[in-house]
Nanobody
């Protein structure tokens, strides 16, 4: 019944921008912490950004100043605005939802299907 539907991935040149969206259903969205993870070829999955139910943001160091996570509770949607993209940002990006702040960083309750982001040199 719970579904996270992602969109916005694609191919961009280095220095470009993309905006990822994740629309949630089947949960009381405003009560959940949300996050974005990514997994690049040959690398472990890593947490990119989180946002609490109250709107507090946190970021992995390599994306600070370039990526912005936000949420629109009226639309049950979380976004990841990615600017100044680098080839090393290339990965499959996953949306995640969790009922607690701690859990979004450890074992989210729900996952999206993943969307490919490719940044060319």
């Amino acid at each position: 019944q719970v579904q996270l539907v992602e969109s916005g991935g694609g191919l961009v040149q280095a220095g470009g921008s993309l905006r990822l969206s994740c629309a949630a259903s089947g949960i009381i969205f405003s009560a959940y912490a949300m996050g974005w993870y990514r997994q690049a070829p040959g690398k472990q999955r890593e947490l990119v950004a989180t946002i609490t139910s109250g709107g507090r943001e946190d970021y992995e160091n390599s994306v600070k100043g370039r990526f912005t996570i936000s949420r629109d509770n009226a639309k049950n949607t979380v976004y990841l605005q990615m600017n100044s993209l680098k080839p090393e940002d290339t990965a499959v990006y996953y949306c995640a939802a969790a009922i607690s702040l701690v859990r979004i960083t450890t074992s989210p309750n729900y996952w999206g299907q993943g969307t490919q982001v490719t940044v060319s040199s």
